[in-house]
């Protein structure tokens, strides 16, 4: 299932890039005569280093004008190279500018059934809306927050999930991710729950979980908690990271201990590799950090590099089912290609 999962994935992006591809190509058709000449200088270097061999030399009529040392098929090499040369060149190019301006605010809402054994009738078709690593910071700003926000909004939760790095990389920014969740909080009859990543440790999750309570957010790092009404409930859980600083670390013991044995648990972990942890003994796990693998041109190296090539969309995986954002910011280069920031709105099905 996990490599259906993967091939679905895989051909989304396929799809994407046909889709963008558009562009692109005219980025290669109006820069394609502005560089030639850039790249034509490195082609022809090339030719003069073999006209320099002495027995070639030799062999040829004497060279007047340069180009009538080259052969009808060199030339097409050349001619090859140049437009091959300055297509590569462009593509880069023309690539890395669609990410950074437009691919990182191409904004999805992702709509995912996902049946849960033992979810009571009265929750049939409860709606979690998750958000992931939207690293509020340098790239990630008021502007983004309220596109995140209307997103939320449109999608009708009944439980919104924050799965880690909410920060990027400063702790300054923890007021801003304050303000932002309380506006999500009134969004959601069960609120909003919040557990943090990796990128929240390296800003300083002190400050990070503070922010959240502060909000009125339900942390719920190596916690858990009940959700429901009168007709019945599931168990919310929460791990810390697996690469929280010293001192602290994952408990899903702990937070398993919180909630009754005998109801269904959905649980938030930042990393998709704690799944490994807790198949069997969760229904769902939701998960971010891998951000689709961010940059994708149809073939997605994340999935090779990542831990079981979990990177994006669902896996089922023995008796749990892990799904795995792709994220609403970015991390390093403000740039994402053929991986669109991501809203998920899960709607649980009683099964
Ligand atoms: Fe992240």
Same mark, same amino acid.
């Given at each position: 299932?996990?490599?259906?999962?993967?091939?679905d994935? &895989? !051909? #989304?992006?396929? +799809? =994407?890039? $046909? *889709?963008? @591809? %558009? /562009? &692109? !190509? #005219?980025?290669? +058709? =109006?820069? $394609? *005569?502005? @560089? %030639? /000449? &850039?790249?034509?200088?490195? +082609?022809?270097?090339?030719?003069?280093?073999?006209?320099?061999?002495?027995s070639?030399?030799?062999?040829?009529?004497?060279?007047?004008?340069?180009?009538?040392?080259?052969?009808?098929?060199?030339?097409?090499?050349?001619?090859?190279?140049r437009?091959?040369?300055?297509?590569?060149?462009?593509?880069?190019?023309?690539?890395?500018?669609?990410?950074?301006?437009?691919?990182?605010?191409?904004?999805?809402?992702?709509?995912?059934?996902?049946?849960?054994?033992?979810?009571?009738?009265?929750?049939?078709?409860?709606?979690?809306?998750?958000?992931?690593?939207?690293?509020?910071?340098?790239?990630?700003?008021?502007?983004?927050?309220?596109?995140?926000?209307?997103?939320?909004?449109?999608?009708r939760?009944?439980?919104?999930?924050?799965t880690?790095?909410l920060?990027?990389?400063?702790?300054?920014?923890?007021?801003?991710?304050g303000?932002?969740?309380?506006?999500?909080?009134?969004?959601?009859?069960?609120?909003?729950?919040?557990?943090p990543?990796?990128?929240?440790?390296?800003?300083g999750?002190?400050?990070?979980?503070?922010?959240?309570?502060?909000?009125?957010?339900?942390?719920?790092?190596?916690?858990?908690?009940?959700?429901?009404?009168?007709?019945?409930?599931?168990?919310?859980?929460?791990?810390?990271?697996?690469?929280?600083?010293?001192?602290?670390?994952?408990?899903?013991?702990?937070?398993l201990?919180?909630v009754?044995?005998?109801?269904?648990?959905?649980?938030?972990?930042?990393?998709?590799?704690?799944?490994?942890?807790?198949?069997?003994?969760?229904?769902?796990?939701?998960?971010?950090h891998?951000?689709?693998?961010?940059?994708?041109?149809?073939?997605?190296?994340a999935?090779?590099?990542?831990?079981?090539?979990?990177?994006?969309g669902?896996?089922?995986?023995?008796?749990?089912?892990?799904?795995?954002?792709?994220?609403?910011?970015t991390?390093?280069?403000?740039?994402?290609?053929?991986?669109?920031?991501?809203?998920?709105?899960l709607?649980l099905?009683?099964?």
């Amino acid at each position: 299932m996990a490599k259906r999962a993967v091939a679905d994935a &895989v !051909s #989304t992006a396929v +799809v =994407s890039t $046909d *889709v963008v @591809s %558009t /562009d &692109v !190509s #005219t980025d290669v +058709v =109006s820069m $394609d *005569v502005v @560089s %030639t /000449d &850039v790249v034509s200088t490195d +082609v022809v270097s090339t030719d003069v280093v073999s006209e320099a061999r002495p027995s070639e030399a030799a062999s040829e009529e004497p060279a007047i004008e340069h180009e009538s040392w080259i052969s009808p098929s060199a030339m097409g090499r050349r001619a090859f190279n140049r437009h091959a040369s300055a297509a590569a060149l462009t593509l880069g190019t023309g690539s890395a500018f669609y990410g950074a301006l437009f691919g990182r605010r191409d904004y999805t809402i992702e709509e995912v059934p996902i049946p849960i054994a033992g979810l009571p009738r009265t929750l049939d078709g409860l709606t979690v809306v998750q958000l992931s690593d939207i690293h509020v910071g340098s790239f990630v700003g008021e502007g983004e927050l309220r596109a995140a926000e209307a997103l939320v909004r449109e999608a009708r939760p009944d439980l919104i999930v924050l799965t880690g790095d909410l920060l990027d990389h400063d702790a300054a920014y923890a007021p801003q991710l304050g303000r932002f969740v309380e506006r999500l909080r009134p969004l959601a009859r069960f609120g909003v729950a919040a557990i943090p990543g990796n990128h929240d440790h390296y800003a300083g999750v002190e400050a990070v979980e503070e922010a959240l309570r502060r909000a009125g957010a339900h942390l719920m790092t190596n916690a858990g908690r009940l959700i429901g009404d009168g007709g019945g409930a599931f168990g919310l859980v929460g791990v810390d990271d697996l690469w929280a600083k010293e001192g602290r670390a994952p408990n899903l013991e702990r937070a398993l201990a919180m909630v009754p044995r005998d109801v269904p648990k959905i649980l938030l972990a930042h990393q998709p590799v704690f799944l490994e942890q807790a198949v069997g003994k969760v229904q769902l796990q939701l998960s971010g950090h891998t951000h689709g693998g961010q940059v994708s041109l149809g073939w997605n190296p994340a999935e090779l590099v990542l831990p079981n090539g979990w990177v994006r969309g669902r896996y089922d995986v023995g008796e749990s089912i892990l799904y795995v954002n792709r994220g609403f910011g970015t991390a390093g280069p403000p740039t994402r290609l053929f991986s669109p920031p991501e809203v998920t709105k899960l709607v649980l099905v009683a099964a």
